[in-house]
């Protein structure tokens, strides 16, 4: 896989939010690789607010407002409940990082650890890099 597309969940456009993926005001666009990255645009998450707590419905749209716009990781400091739907489309990244840049910089050096993941499709777990 020659370049992936992450999704940084974030409220400023520069650190990831301390509250769950799915109720990140926007998502910040990045395609990487193993020998860089460069950012592609921002999503803003429109999404009526949930019906309860781990929502399906806030799920499936998320999933598909990050799937048109091409992304295959996500990044976040806090996953929700819905992890575990999200998870079935994308490779999650928890990552202790406060600035995107910073957790950028770890996803181009273990870029090949997220192709993995991604390889595996509906079998994908998340990476919980949070203590690296």
Partial sequence: MERMRLAAA???????????????????????????YEAVGRVTNDLDEEEGHADPKKAKGIAGILREQGVQVTAANVFGPNINRIKMHFVCVLTHHEKI?????????RYPEIVAEHEKG???????????
């Fill in 101 to 109: 840049i910073d957790a950028l910089d770890m996803l181009v050096k």
């Fill in 122 to 132: 509906g079998e994908r777990g998340y990476l919980d890099w949070r203590d690296r």
């Fill in 10 to 36: 974030t409220d400023n456009g520069e650190h990831f939010m301390d509250r769950h993926f799915g109720d990140a005001e926007f998502f910040e666009i990045f395609e990487f690789s193993g020998s860089g």
